[in-house]
């Protein structure tokens, strides 16, 4: 399989190594393997068009796919449809979760092409909104060329996704947008414990553990909870839920749905041999 690589340089595109690692494919290698249409335009000139690009007197449209939660055989059919149709696949580079993101749909990028973007991960919001901006100025400068670009994202793009910045972005300057919803991590995670999110008139809260004094107030909101985005929070988010009498209520998964899943019925059966990670996702039950 094959597929070409761009990277953002210092706000310029650049043209990296194939998927095959062949290096630097040159611009006619890249139209004739990504399946390029040759057709008469106007005043006899010959125009090259890859596969699945529109005109270029259009714009493109940008698509946000979520890829779901790590099986591939979670990926919806209406994921599947918009890599196909997006000649230009937009690859964000912020951490696991994305690597993940890309290994799910791999196998359909035969002829595509990547654009990696990336993305500071940095306290300084100055430093993520300039992050944002140029990869969002990449990503327009090819459906300015009448090219449809998908965006990947694990699990869902309007649940703490990086997709949901630059959507905002594109659209506020007028360029036609669509969002593929995906699975997300917590209800996998549910799924794969055999437990409900919320039943009846249940009050679910979705909760980051990473967001510092804030965590204690959410805990002690009524109804279900999820905690994700855990990292090294972990740790004293369970033990606030062991102060509140929850230990025994509360469900953990560790990469549910993907290779290496592992599942806890209890935080004490957690303690005894704990994964912690950005995949561990606690469920707690307000009621058992």
Known sequence: MEYVVFTLDHGVLVRGKTGRGEGVKTEEQSYEEAGVQEKAGRHGKTEKRRCGDRDASAK?????????PGDPELLTIKAVKAIEKCG???????????????????????GKELLECRFSMEKDIKKRTEARQASAE???????????????TLGDPVTY????????????????????????????????????????????T???????????????????KVIMKSGGSLPDVLNELKKRGYGGRT???????????????????FERSPEEGYFTIAIVKEKI
């Open 138 to 152: 990449s990503i327009i400068g090819i459906l300015d060329q009448g090219r449809d670009v998908g965006f990947i």
């Open 88 to 110: 230009v696949i937009a690859v964000p580079k912020t951490g696991e979760g994305e690597r993940t993101a890309f290994s799910i749909i791999e196998k359909y990028l035969e």
């Open 60 to 68: 493109g449209k940008l698509f946000g796919i979520g890829t779901g």
């Open 251 to 269: 469900k953990i998964a560790y990469r549910a749905t993907m290779d290496g899943q592992r599942l806890y019925r209890s935080i004490e059966e």
């Open 161 to 204: 996704s990086t997709y949901m910045y630059i959507h905002e972005i594109i659209t506020a300057r007028g360029y036609d947008a669509e969002i593929i919803p995906g699975i997300t991590s917590f209800s996998a995670a549910a799924a794969a414990l055999g437990t409900a999110l919320c039943e009846g008139n249940e009050a679910l």
């Open 206 to 224: 979705i909760i980051p553990a990473g967001c510092g004094e804030e965590t204690g107030g959410f805990l002690d909101s009524p109804g279900n």
